[in-house]
């Protein structure tokens, strides 16, 4: 009788494998991904209509290269960077419209609001756009995936490899609220730890349009680096003020949280000689240029890291449904986090338990004016920082899913 | 008059039992809300005569007050959404006793300023979670029904709704409301006339910022939690636009212009992207321009020349 059982057993799984195998068990037949993201607001140059595009190219060289047998299917839509507009979309693509996965999410109070749709509806997001780490720490939970960037990897990837190139002395220009406060404890902490010193920090309003006197503070406390624990037009009207003010290039300025559409918006005058830490560039390499021209082909526009991050996010959602054979949440996720993240946009990239894909960063400078040589030629590449170290680690999480 | 009037009610309540059947519910429950938050609103422009440009504040306080007492103090949900009320409901007194000091457009910008500290307060407060918002609220349970399921909560919400918006109606039609009528169209003549009009506009001031307050901490129950969005004066400005769009005045116009508002924005996130925020622009250019009334006022005034009765 027991043996009879086994030998079922066994069947059954082999049966089940071989079915898996010889076709993809995905429900309906088809694999819809909604784009989420911001269309017409702050965040549309970097978010915006090119990850629609970003994920259409990926749908599109999936299809090519693996010929898979179900149909994929994309949809999108402008969340108007509203955490309502973001959660009722969500709730209703997953309900109603059988949306498989949602993507992208730039600003984090539409991401975090959709992190718990997708939970209570066991379904999959990728994340390429919001900054805040929240998203793997306090808020964590195992449908999620934080993909291109966080603020501690851009805030401390800065702090740290400007402090060891010699730029031992801080002043902090901060955005009163909490993500400015949190930027500017990151780094100093960053700051400190690798033998800087920081001078002091000063706090303007946010949104705030007249930096005068905060930048003159900056500029009397001597400090070699300024750093801007700001976002958005806060940075770019702190840069624009900053250069009027003669502060820079006497002083350098490092952008905590800065994406290449604001140095494009800006021009390399008034940015030349910033440091700033990003998950991608186009210009890194002949892989990286090749499909950043088709991107421009497309799109009229150099990628930014989370347009990049969002075509590399898909493609690794699609193969790994091909190769899970399932669209299954659970499976696909496990799929996921098995296999490491290889493209153009990551090297062995590698999604970890709290959700957070790690994979190397990069210290940039802008170039001089005269040192760009064509179109979009803005960055020189002063440091990879490793994926090790470039992430928080998992020591310092506070996502319940990490086992210590 | 009134015949038809109850029937068209009934009608009503009867589209609104059957709306979560035909319609997305969560997509309902949301235009629901908003028709509560314009209603109110409407109580002060529309009969009160009074433009306030802070209603924000009273919507996303409520949000925040009452996400604040269902996820940390773990309260039942019934007194979380009374708190959220009540608290809007203690800062609209407070707004009041400034604001109502003033009129015309000073009363406007001395709300809007209120508000506007309302806002950093909430943005710089370590309780509201800052730009992030307060996430994940649990819905929890009301007299032993679980909320989790969207349909359940949809009649929870239609009948907080509903109620809510009987006691507007109750107010307009009662003897309190006919004076607030009387202060809207003549106010020094009110006052001659002995009613002590500063009470009555801080009472209309506290009923209106209360059920704005309602509204909000409802709608923060629908998507569970409560961001910056809900105190922003770009929802000040949005809650005029349906009223305005709907007819101000109109018992019914605030619910239709929440309507139309809360589905575009909603259908046309996927379909035109960019244009949303101009498409909106222009409605109201063209709601002022060329049918001041709103659209219940223009239906409205359609029908009586219809039947050629006198207005």
Redesign the interface.
Known sequence: MKTKRISLAVATAVAAFATGAAQAQVSDNVVRIGVLTD??GAY?DLA??GTVVAANMAVEDFIAKQKPNFKIEV???????????A???A??WF??DKVDIVTELVT??TA??VQ?VAK?KNKLVLMSGPA?T?ITNE?CNDVTVHWTYDTYAVANGTAKAVTKQGGKTWFFLTA????GHSLEKDATDVVNGNGGKVLGSVRHP?PGSDFSSYLLKAQASGAQVIGLANAGTDTTNSIKQAAEFGITPKQSLAGLLMFITDIHSLGLKSTQGMYLTEGFYWDLNEETRAWSKRFFERHKRMPTMVQAGEYSSVLHYLNAVKAAGTDDTQKVMAQMKKTPVNDFFAKNGKIREDGRMVHDMYLLQVKKPEESKYPWDYYNVRATIPAAEAFQPLALSKCPLVKK | MTVNKNIGFAALFLLGLLAPVLIYPVLVMKVLCFALFACAFNLLLGYTGLLSFGHAAFFGLAAYAAGHALKVWELPTLVGLVFGTVSAAALGWLFGLLAIRRQGIYFAMITLALAQMVFFFLMQSSFTGGEDGLQGVPRGTLFGLDLADDMTLYYVVFIICAAAFWLIYRTINSPFGQVLKAIRENEPRAISLGYDVGRYKLLAFVLSAGLAGLAGATKMLVFTFASLTDAHWHMSGEVVLMTILGGMGTVLGPVVGAGVIVSLQSELADKVGSLVTVIMGAIFVICVMAFRRGIVGEAMALYRRMVGEKV
């Open positions: 269309m017409s549309s915006g209509q949809v999108s839509a402008d969340h108007q960077n509203k955490g309502d507009i959660s009722n979309k709730r209703e309900d109603r984090t109070s975090l609001a718990k209570e805040s929240r808020d009163d609220y909490a993500f946010f």
